[in-house]
C-alpha cells in the first residue's frame, strides 16, 4: 500500500486493515517540504509499528532527478515512486499494489487532459486497475472520504501544499470544478457515469481497430507491416490519422505525426517518420515499422576468433577442411581462407560500397543489389557488410563476393555463421 500519511491514503490503510488483508506499506520521503516531509514519514512509520504492517521507506532527491531528466518535479516524483513500489512489490511478494486515488483525483485528470487536449483515453480519468495498481477508493469522492475519516476518527498529516494553487490540479480542485458544481451539484456523479459510458464505447473502438489489424497487419521478424490498402477509404485523411494514431500511439507516435503520414500515405515512396523508440518507412505498396537500428559501428574481427557482435547480431566463425556436411544458405559465408587479409572489418554498408556478387564478373553497388532483391527501406537500415582489406567479401546474410568463394583448389575455409 502506497501510504503517505495524507488523508486519503491513511483513510485507505485504515479500511484494509479493518478488513483483516494482509498488507505492507510503502512510503516516499521526496524531501521537498523540509522537516514535514520527515515528520509524515515518521507518522506512518509509527502507525505501522502500532499495527504490525511492514514498513519499507526510501528518501528521494526528487529536486536533482527532475533537472537531471527534464522532468516536472510532479513527473519526476511519479517516476520514482511507481519503479520503488515494484521492487518493494517483489520483495514482500505481493499481489497488488493499492493506491489512495479517489473519484475526484479522477475527475480533476479528465479536466486536467481536456484542458491540454486529449483522445477518448483521456476522457476515462485514472483506471481503478493498470497492471498491478489498483485504485481501491476511486468508488468514492473526496467528500466521502473525508467524512469516513470523521465518523472513524482516522488521523492524517496535512500537506500544507494542497493549499496553494501553485500546482495546476490545485488549480483546478479550487476554482474549476467549485463553478462547475453551481451548475450541476452532482456533477463528480455526472463525469463517473460519463467515464462508464466512454469505457464502453472505446471498448467498441479497440475491437473495430482489431478487426483492421487481423485484415491488414502482419508481424515478421519484428517487424511490423501495415498494408496500405488498409487506408483505402472513402472517410477522409483525418479518419486514417486516428486510425494510424490508434495503432502507433503506443509506439510515441504522436497524433500530429500521424496526420502527416496520412497525408504522405499516397506520395513518395521512402519516406521516413521516426518516435523515440520506433521508425516508419512508407514504401509502394506498405508501411514498414520496427524499433530503431541499434548503433552500428564498426568492429574488428582478429585471426582466430570465434564470434563478434554488432547491434543485435551476431557472426560465429570456425576454421575447417571439411565443408561438405554444411548446407549452404544465405546465413552462412563460406569463404577462402588463404584470400582473407585479417583483422576483418564487420560495418554498416555505405552508399558507394559495391562488390563482385557470387556467380557475377562484374562490381555491383549494394545499393543496386538491395533493391533487386526488393530488400524494403526498413530492413536496408540494418544491412552490413564483412569487409577484407578494403573490399567487401560478404554482404552479411545476403551473398558473398565471387572472388573470396570456395575453389576445388582451397586448401583451407573459413566458415562464418550469422545469429
Known amino acids: 500500500m502506497a501510504v503517505s500519511g495524507g488523508m486519503d491514503s491513511m483513510v485507505m490503510l485504515h479500511l484494509f486493515h479493518q478488513a483483516g488483508f494482509s498488507i505492507a506499506v510503502a512510503h516516499c520521503n521526496f524531501q521537498l517540504r523540509g522537516e514535514d516531509s520527515d515528520e509524515d514519514e515518521n507518522f506512518v512509520a509509527a502507525k505501522c509499528k502500532k499495527w504490525g504492517i511492514p514498513f519499507h521507506s526510501i528518501r528521494f532527491d526528487t529536486n536533482n532527478y527532475a533537472t537531471q531528466h527534464g522532468l516536472s518535479i510532479q513527473m519526476a516524483a511519479r517516476e520514482l515512486r511507481y519503479s520503488w513500489f515494484h521492487q518493494i ?130 508481424d515478421e521478424n519484428g517487424k511490423i507491416i501495415l498494408l496500405k490498402i488498409g487506408f483505402e477509404n472513402s472517410l477522409g485523411t483525418l479518419y486514417n490519422a486516428t486510425l494510424l494514431w490508434r495503432l502507433l500511439h503506443e509506439l510515441g507516435f504522436r497524433f500530429d505525426q500521424c496526420e502527416k503520414i496520412a497525408l504522405a500515405l499516397n506520395g513518395q515512396s521512402g519516406k521516413k517518420f521516426l518516435s523515440p523508440s520506433h521508425q516508419l518507412v512508407i514504401d509502394r505498396q506498405h508501411l514498414f515499422l520496427a524499433p530503431l537500428s541499434p548503433d552500428l559501428s564498426e568492429v574488428s574481427i582478429e585471426e582466430g576468433q570465434l564470434d563478434a557482435f554488432l547491434g543485435h547480431q551476431q557472426l560465429r566463425l570456425s576454421d575447417t577442411k571439411e565443408i561438405g556436411s554444411f548446407d549452404s544458405n544465405e546465413a552462412t559465408a563460406m569463404l577462402n581462407s588463404n584470400a582473407l587479409r585479417f583483422p576483418l572489418t564487420w560495418r554498416k554498408w555505405r552508399p558507394g560500397d559495391s562488390f563482385f556478387p557470387l556467380g557475377m564478373t562484374n562490381r555491383k553497388k549494394i545499393s543496386d543489389f538491395l533493391i533487386d532483391r526488393k530488400v524494403s527501406m526498413i530492413d536496408k537500415e540494418t544491412v552490413t557488410v564483412l569487409e577484407s582489406a578494403g573490399e567487401i567479401v560478404w554482404v552479411v546474410g545476403y551473398r558473398i563476393d565471387d572472388r573470396f568463394k570456395v575453389k576445388p583448389t582451397t586448401k583451407q575455409v573459413l566458415l562464418i555463421t550469422l545469429e
Not at 184 to 202: C, D, H, T, W, Y
Request: glycine share 6%; charged share 25%; aromatic share 8%.
Open 89 to 218: 512489490k517483489e520483495k514482500e511478494e505481493a499481489d497488488w499494489i493499492a493506491t489512495a486515488h479517489h473519484l475526484s483525483d479522477s475527475v480533476e485528470t479528465v479536466l486536467l487532459n481536456l484542458s491540454r487536449g486529449t483522445s477518448l483515453d483521456g476522457l476515462l480519468g485514472i483506471a481503478d486497475k493498470k497492471g498491478f495498481v489498483i485504485r481501491p477508493l476511486l468508488f468514492a469522492t473526496h467528500s466521502e472520504v473525508t467524512n469516513y475519516a470523521a465518523e472513524t476518527g482516522v488521523v492524517w498529516r496535512e500537506d500544507r501544499s494542497n493549499e496553494t494553487d501553485d500546482y495546476q490540479r490545485n488549480f483546478i480542485r479550487h476554482n474549476i470544478i467549485p463553478k462547475l458544481e453551481q451548475i450541476n451539484p452532482a456533477f463528480e456523479q455526472s463525469i463517473a457515469k460519463m467515464v462508464e459510458r466512454l469505457s464502453g464505447e472505446l471498448a467498441i473502438v479497440s475491437h473495430t481497430v482489431g478487426i483492421w489489424k487481423k485484415q491488414f497487419q502482419k
